[in-house]
């Protein structure tokens, strides 16, 4: 099993919702966070006073899959939350060494 | 002196005090936009504790220093002689004292809310950091010693109105309040800043406004206000009302251009909390001369008054000291530039309508003597508290945020993480069997 996890535009969540729901995910998890890239964040003034503000809000979305599912859902997130603009995201693959689903104590596959 | 009750304009004077006291809580909304979360309900508290403090001692001996019969050395009026409005409401038959067809009551309204305003502007410049118990001490005393012989000299028949010396080069104008109300509070912003000294983290830590549309709602309601403070001011419902209330809204508007203008060259952008400023600063700066100039006038004087102040404000950064919310950069600056103008715009005295430099001369020794007076005034009753009371709360409170620590209150609950857990009332026993209301607070039903 695999975790993916994408930081996206919050704009974008609703897309990348659409996008796995049409893949077949039946669940996730979405948080909002706040981050940077190489791009940084932007600045603004007040009353002619400058202040940069780094951390840019962000969502960050949770998934378990299957193994053969991570590289298409990572596809279907990259498609669907891109804009072509800096400050777009990122998406990475970790490995799962177990899963429990709470309400029944199923495990592995079955608690996806 | 009309004796004869004047409904039209009493009408129009209670309706302007009215106007004018709703704008102390607009204050306290623009000041509490520009302040952090953290400290958004003591800025706004700062306000109406002002509001609590002054409109008790307007009434005691405010009245009476300011406007009584008794003046001493023409610096203010003896605080006994009309102590609680004594000989002030009514004459010895029972009938309303009526002076210049208004009741003398409603003026003592329409008054006091110029002092409360006057002593809620000072709490921008030391905002998050400043001892409540300590404000409220001070509130009382700068308005008895600074506003009240201020209103007195300018206003009350004292040494800096028409009947002074001065007038002997020209007849000092001050319409609304340019030296009583804004030289005065911006002079006391800038010792008491100083006194009172930097937040932590002052020009390094990020102290952005947290809530814009905040103060742009308090930029409105101080607008919507003035026009009772400016308007009000003419004693009347007539012309001099209708020019000043025209000098206000063309004066306001020119000054938020002015503001926007600066800042597009300057920085890029016009924004929200410039456009506020811009309004703030073209209001205070038509004050002393509302009636005075011409609307055309006005929106050269408001104009000017944008671009002072929008360049002034970035200068306590180069001069180190914390005016946290810029009301030295707009109410002093605005202020002075508001009532050395009518040197220059007075339609009948001033230098660009041919009347000379007498005007011109006359506005300048006002506002000199104006900022002297305040600086001295504020000076001591700032040094005193200081030794006594104390002005800063602790660095950790400051660093947890003064709303917390001084009034154990919070502005925004967003529930969440962090959330304060339900406890009980105070007051309530634990021998009190729970019933189950209590229960489900406490997270302990049990089926």
């Given at each position: 099993m695999k975790l993916v996890t994408a930081i996206v535009k919050p704009h974008r969540i609703d897309d990348v919702k659409d996008a796995l729901e049409t893949f077949g995910i039946t669940g996730m998890?979405?948080?909002?966070?706040?981050?940077?890239?190489?791009?940084?964040?932007?600045?603004?003034?007040?009353?002619?006073?400058e202040y940069v503000v780094d951390f840019v809000p962000k969502i960050r979305l949770e998934v378990l899959v299957d193994d053969v599912d991570a590289a298409p859902v990572v596809e279907a997130i990259v498609t669907a939350a891109r804009t072509g603009r800096i400050g777009?995201?990122?998406?990475?693959?970790?490995?799962?060494?177990?899963?429990v689903r709470v309400r029944t104590g199923e495990r592995g596959g079955e608690a996806l | 002196m009309e004796t004869a009750l004047d409904s039209g304009l009493t009408a129009w004077m209670l309706v302007s005090a009215s106007f004018v006291l709703?704008?102390?809580?607009?204050?306290?909304l623009f000041y509490g936009g520009m302040v952090r979360t953290k400290s958004v309900l003591n800025m706004m508290m700062m306000s109406f504790g002002a509001m609590a403090v002054v409109g008790v001692v307007y009434v005691l001996w405010g009245w009476s220093m300011s406007y009584g019969s008794d003046s001493v050395a023409g610096l203010f009026g003896s605080p006994v002689t009309n102590f609680g409005l004594a000989d002030t409401?009514?004459?010895?038959?029972?009938?309303?004292?009526?002076?210049?067809?208004?009741?003398?009551?409603?003026?003592?309204?329409?008054?006091?809310?110029?002092?409360?305003?006057?002593?809620?502007?000072?709490?921008?410049?030391?905002?998050?950091?400043?001892?409540?118990g300590t404000w409220m001490i001070f509130s009382a005393l700068w308005v008895t010693f600074a506003y009240f012989p201020m209103a007195h000299m300018?206003?009350?028949?004292?040494?800096?109105?028409?009947?002074?010396?001065?007038?002997?080069?020209?007849?000092?104008?001050?319409?609304?309040?340019?030296?009583?109300?804004?030289?005065?509070?911006?002079?006391?912003?800038?010792?008491?800043?100083?006194?009172?000294?930097?937040?932590?983290?002052?020009?390094?830590?990020?102290?952005?406004?947290?809530?814009l549309p905040l103060v742009m709602l308090g930029a409105a309601l101080l607008w919507f206000g003035w026009f009772g403070f400016n308007g009000g001011s003419a004693?009347?419902?007539?012309?001099?009302?209708?020019?000043?209330?025209?000098?206000?809204?063309?004066?306001?508007?020119?000054?938020?251009?002015?503001?926007?203008?600066?800042?597009?060259?300057?920085?890029?952008?016009?924004?929200?909390?410039?456009?506020?400023?811009?309004?703030?600063?073209?209001?205070?700066?038509?004050?002393?001369?509302?009636?005075?100039?011409s609307p055309v006038g006005s929106i050269a004087l408001g104009a000017l008054a944008g671009a002072f102040c929008a360049s002034a404000v970035g200068l306590k950064f180069r001069l180190g000291f914390d005016d946290s919310l810029d009301v030295v950069g707009v109410h002093l600056v605005a202020g002075l530039w508001g009532t050395v103008a009518i040197g220059f715009l007075a339609t009948d005295t001033g230098l660009l309508y041919g009347g000379g430099f007498a005007q011109l001369a006359v506005q300048v020794i006002i506002a000199v003597v104006a900022v002297a007076f305040s600086v001295m005034v504020t000076a001591v009753i700032g040094l005193a508290l200081a030794v006594t009371?104390?002005?800063?709360?602790?660095?950790?409170?400051?660093?947890?945020?003064?709303?917390?620590?001084?009034?154990?209150?919070?502005?925004?609950?967003?529930?969440?993480?962090?959330a304060p857990r339900s406890t009980a009332f105070r007051g309530a026993s634990s021998s009190v069997p729970a019933s189950a209301a209590d229960a489900v607070n406490t997270s302990e039903v049990r089926s």
């Open positions: 998890t979405v948080s909002e966070a706040s981050g940077f890239g190489r791009q940084r964040g932007h600045s603004e003034v007040y009353r002619g006073a777009d995201g990122k998406v990475w693959v970790a490995p799962v060494d177990e899963v | 709703l704008m102390t809580p607009g204050l306290a409401i009514t004459d010895a038959n029972g009938d309303f004292v009526i002076d210049g067809g208004l009741p003398v009551v409603v003026d003592v309204g329409f008054q006091a809310t110029f002092a409360i305003i006057t002593v809620a502007l000072i709490s921008g410049a030391i905002a998050d950091r400043a001892r409540f300018v206003w009350g028949g004292g040494l800096l109105g028409g009947d002074g010396p001065f007038t002997s080069i020209a007849e000092p104008i001050d319409f609304a309040g340019g030296t009583v109300v804004h030289i005065n509070a911006g002079a006391a912003a800038l010792v008491l800043a100083i006194i009172v000294g930097r937040r932590q983290g002052f020009g390094t830590v990020a102290m952005r406004p947290h809530n004693y009347g419902a007539d012309g001099v009302a209708g020019l000043a209330w025209v000098n206000t809204t063309t004066a306001t508007c020119a000054a938020t251009l002015g503001w926007l203008a600066v800042e597009r060259i300057r920085d890029g952008h016009p924004t929200s909390l410039g456009a506020a400023s811009g309004v703030v600063a073209g209001l205070v700066a038509i004050t002393p001369a509302a009636g005075s100039v009371m104390g002005w800063r709360i602790s660095e950790d409170d400051e660093s947890a945020g003064i709303d917390a620590t001084a009034h154990a209150e919070s502005g925004y609950d967003f529930g969440g993480l962090g």
